[in-house]
């Protein structure tokens, strides 16, 4: 009896001693900048500042046809004008198969007539799927993908078929438009220099958009809210804590700003960005 549990503290002391160094080594692991990446996240978008304007390189601009695995890929190089930023977006896409999660982003728009999308993503390899419980576990590095709406939104709405809600952001002062673009592309060049690990609840899309509202407004967004996590939801915390400009309860304002409809309607058109926009009054 006395072998059996002498054998048996060895056996539990070589477990606890394994998830140590299983322990240690998530925590130092550290985030890749390399790696065959999933080919819609293998080119990284960066931003260069010249004064009053922006030139983001790698937009990307892809299309899928006619399933989502059908990719056709398409980048562009364009300059935005830092001071025509007309509106702020928050676009968020609850997930058909998961009633729980959504993936949100947001989209600036300009006087001319551009729109810009920037997506917070969990950059995977061709040998990799979106797992949440990996999301946990530092296997995906984050990255922010500058894009053309009718890559990111056409995409949910008319392939997936997601209902997907484009809200206008409202800003405490105008020129806060600008400086969450900037921190936003800042945060963009910075991540390929030092590059993070995506966290299903800490580092994942929402929070990382909090993160930047945060950032101009202390403590707007409380990092402990359970809509970061359940993003489903994050529609619900962004008009309670007063950053979507309506006044309208959730299921209005959804009922409003839901678009999958026109986009399917309206399909892939030079002026997507605007007629997808058409909210009822």
């Not at 080594?25 to 010249?50: C, M, N, V, Y």
């Not at 403590?219 to 950053?243: H, I, M």
Request: glycine share 4%; charged share 25%; proline share 5%.
């Amino acid at each position: 009896m006395k072998t059996f549990l002498r054998k048996f503290r060895y056996i539990w002391l070589g477990i606890v001693v394994l998830l140590i160094v299983l322990s240690l080594w998530q925590f130092f692991k550290p985030p890749s900048l390399t790696g065959d990446w999933q080919t819609q996240l293998d080119q990284i978008s960066t931003a260069e500042f010249q004064g009053d304007a922006v030139t983001v390189r790698n937009v990307r601009n892809f299309r899928y046809g006619p399933t989502e695995a059908d990719m056709h890929p398409d980048y562009y190089t364009k300059t935005y004008d830092l001071n025509g930023i007309e509106r702020v977006w928050y676009t968020t896409e609850p997930f058909n198969e998961n009633k729980l999660a959504a993936h949100t982003f947001l989209t600036f728009e300009f006087k001319n007539g551009d729109f810009l999308a920037i997506t917070m993503e969990a950059r995977k390899t061709k040998a990799q799927s979106y797992s949440i419980w990996k999301g946990m576990l530092r296997t995906y590095p984050l990255v922010y993908i500058a894009a053309d709406e009718r890559d990111v939104t056409l995409l949910r709405a008319n392939l997936r078929k997601d209902e997907v809600y484009v809200y206008p952001v409202k800003l405490s002062k105008p020129q806060n438009a600008r400086l969450l673009l900037v921190d936003v592309l800042e945060r963009m060049n910075d991540l390929l220099v030092h590059p993070v690990w995506y966290h299903t609840l800490f580092a994942n899309c929402t929070s990382s958009i909090a993160y930047h509202v945060n950032r101009l407004s202390p403590d707007r967004v409380s990092s402990l809210s359970w809509q970061l996590w359940l993003t489903a939801s994050a529609d619900e915390l962004a008009l309670k804590r007063g950053l979507l400009d309506t006044d309208l309860p959730t299921e209005q304002a959804r009922a409003k700003y839901a678009v999958t409809a026109r986009s399917q309607e309206v399909g892939d058109v030079p002026d997507y960005s605007k007629r997808i926009r058409e909210f009822p009054q």
